[in-house]
């Protein structure tokens, strides 16, 4: 059975600093991976995701994820956060590419940014 | 501003009741998903409807059930409804599979 863990429930880091939300996978085939985030009040909005190719993936908002497959993991990065980056972020895997079906998320990291 | 739109955006229902939530997909996309996202926890997907069809069930029961009109627009029905549906019950939107999907704000149920 799939699965994805977020080891972090919380972090708080300071504006300007960098940032890295750890996600680790456990999934039968190549899989397919997402990082959401979620604002208070909002849908999900996709930030990036990885199929295959290059490791390093670039999103939106100045994220990127790099992927590793020896240790199973999809951790996204950012070099400096903004305050207005304060929000949950959810880590997905699924069996195809672009669509919402059958995703699994982790259960979330809540990110507070301190001015 | 995604083009999905979820209604309504909160509703109270006592537990045995019966619930309808409705999703209104963006424009020129044909697939819908539901996702249940409980207080704390990521979201949970419930099913996929393309082309007014089932086409992917998670693990849920089959109280929850949906439909799928031929404007692509979308229904989740929850039967006798229990304390552990409350939750925020999300829709995403795509035109197929390899199409990014788009999430509407979602609808909080809460069961009393």
């Known amino acids: 059975a799939q699965s994805v863990t977020q080891p972090d429930i919380h972090i708080t880091v300071s504006e300007g600093a960098s940032l890295e939300l750890r996600c680790n996978y456990s999934?039968?085939?190549?899989?397919?991976l997402f990082w959401y985030v979620q604002s208070p009040g909002q849908g999900l909005q996709l930030l990036l995701k990885?199929?295959?190719?290059?490791?390093l993936v670039q999103g939106i908002k100045g994220f990127e994820a790099e992927f590793k497959r020896s240790q199973s993991s999809f951790n996204l990065r950012k070099p400096s956060v903004h305050w207005s980056d304060a929000a949950e972020y959810f880590c997905?895997?699924?069996?195809?590419?672009?669509?919402?079906?059958?995703?699994?998320f982790g259960s979330g990291t809540q990110l507070t940014v301190l001015p | 501003e995604t083009g999905v739109t979820q209604s309504p955006t909160h509703l109270i229902k006592t537990r045995g009741q019966q619930v309808t939530l409705r999703c209104s997909s963006q424009?020129?996309?044909?697939?819908v998903s539901w996702y249940q996202q409980a207080l704390g926890q990521g979201p949970q997907f419930i099913f996929q409807?393309?082309?007014?069809?089932?086409?992917g069930r998670g693990n849920f029961p089959p109280r929850f059930s949906g439909l799928q009109f031929p404007n692509y627009s979308s229904e989740l029905n929850v039967n006798a409804l229990e304390l552990d549906d409350s939750a925020l019950y999300l829709c995403?939107?795509?035109?197929?599979?390899?199409?990014?999907?788009?999430f509407g704000q979602g609808t909080r149920l809460t069961v009393v």
């Open positions: 995403a939107s795509s035109s197929q599979d390899r199409e990014q999907a788009f």
């Open positions: 999934y039968g085939a190549t899989p397919y």
């Open positions: 990885y199929f295959s190719g290059d490791t």
């Open positions: 997905a895997v699924g069996p195809y590419s672009g669509s919402a079906r059958q995703l699994t």
């Open positions: 424009s020129g996309h044909n697939t």
């Open positions: 409807y393309y082309r007014e069809e089932e086409n």
